[in-house]
């Protein structure tokens, strides 16, 4: 899973609920790694928890956007204000550090934010996995 919503134990907001049951239901006969976002280091320690259900991976951030840089982006990118929201230099490493390492029958990215990186794992080299499919929910 590539999320950009930390699934906090217990978890209290619908997406974090989804997140956390999907994992939860998925690792009674999978093996799941959930690649999250985490806003503070106090907020990756609530998540330890979940660590019973999947292998977790942690980056920090999102770093938040001022409106003036939201803007500036806005007036000169082609790209949706959307797709600024969750960009992480951290988190793209993160990823590609997670799929050189390990083998994935299904890669999920989790929300519209997340989309880029489910569109990274279509320009990852596959040789270390036998399908991925990327999945924007």
Do not use: K
């Not at 003036?68 to 949706?80: A, E, H, M, N, V």
């Not at 990215?109 to 990274?120: D, F, P, T, V």
């Amino acid at each position: 899973f590539l999320t950009a919503l930390p699934a906090p134990t217990p978890p209290r907001s619908g997406g974090a609920l989804r997140i956390f049951h999907l994992i939860r239901e998925l690792s009674a006969q999978h093996h799941v790694t959930c690649l999250s976002f985490a806003p503070t280091v106090s907020a990756i320690a609530a998540l330890d928890p979940l660590r019973a259900y999947c292998g977790l991976v942690t980056v920090l951030g999102p770093s938040p956007r001022s409106l003036r840089r939201r803007t500036w982006q806005l007036l000169t990118s082609p790209l949706p204000d959307m797709a600024h929201r969750n960009a992480s230099a951290a988190f793209s490493g993160a990823l590609r550090h997670v799929l050189a390492t390990s083998c994935f029958d299904i890669i999920q990215a989790e929300s519209i934010e997340m989309a880029q990186y489910g569109l990274l794992v279509h320009h990852f080299p596959t040789a270390r996995r036998p399908t991925a499919r990327a999945r924007r929910v």
